[in-house]
């Protein structure tokens, strides 16, 4: 989805380094999600925040953290990435107050760590 | 634990089959479900949800059926076509104010 963009794309990058990944949406939604995506599973969220002063630890938030620089942008951190974090990441937005919780999905970036 | 799961992890299809995709879901206090499509090297699309209050829910060529007393969320693709082929994938709003996503199905459409 365009609204939804991601960058970079695609990141190799080694052991014990640093690596921020961005998320900026124009849908104008108030939540925003990160989402991990190993080879033949599913989506498990890493952190999500519902407006620019809420951050929630999901289910495997070990080893990632997060910045909502404003409604628009929600980044994602790897403070030293290690080679299990190898996978595929997905952002995603959602209204707020809509009755549903469905959510807008990013391209996906593709991160290495060697 | 609560979870969702798929029961098949792979379904091929001829092009103009219905196809049918079922998940399994524990939590039964869960009241909103959603079905996703995602394509290779693309992030999951929205295709259809629905509430625990329904039944039966119809889009373009979807269907989604919800079964509350077993716990069973199916999706049918009408006239499935090599579109259509893709990874499919459930997903219920546990009221942790989160969605949960099942592992997915591959749908694999046989010209």
């Known amino acids: 989805d365009a609204d939804v963009t991601q960058t970079p794309r695609n990141r190799i990058t080694k052991t014990g380094k640093r690596i921020m990944l961005e998320c900026s949406q124009t849908k104008g939604h108030d939540r925003m999600y990160w989402y991990r995506q190993d080879p033949g599973l599913g989506l498990r969220l890493i952190y999500y925040?519902?407006?620019?002063?809420?951050?929630n630890k999901g289910e495997i938030s070990d080893g990632y953290s997060v910045s909502r620089q404003a409604q628009a942008k929600f980044s994602l951190s790897l403070e030293s990435a290690i080679p299990n974090q190898t996978a595929l990441y997905f952002c995603?937005?959602?209204?707020?107050?809509?009755?549903?919780?469905?959510?807008?999905f990013g391209p996906g970036t593709r991160l290495t760590v060697l | 634990g609560e979870s969702v799961g798929l029961h098949l992890p792979t379904l091929s299809v001829q092009e103009g089959d219905n196809s049918i995709i079922n998940c399994a879901y524990s939590?039964?206090?869960?009241?909103?479900f959603i079905w996703y499509k995602q394509e290779s090297g693309k992030g999951p699309q929205f295709i259809i949800d629905i509430r625990s209050n329904m039944d039966k829910r119809q889009g373009q060529r979807v269907t989604v059926l919800l079964n509350k007393t077993v716990k069973h969320l199916s999706l049918q693709i009408a006239a499935t076509q090599p579109g259509d082929s893709a990874v499919y994938f459930c997903?219920?709003?546990?009221?942790?104010?989160?969605?949960?996503f099942g592992s997915g199905t591959r749908l694999q459409v046989q010209p």
């Open positions: 997903a219920e709003n546990t009221g942790r104010r989160a969605l949960t």
């Open positions: 995603a937005t959602s209204p707020t107050g809509d009755g549903t919780d469905t959510q807008y």
């Open positions: 925040s519902f407006d620019v002063k809420d951050i």
């Open positions: 939590n039964s206090a869960s009241d909103y």
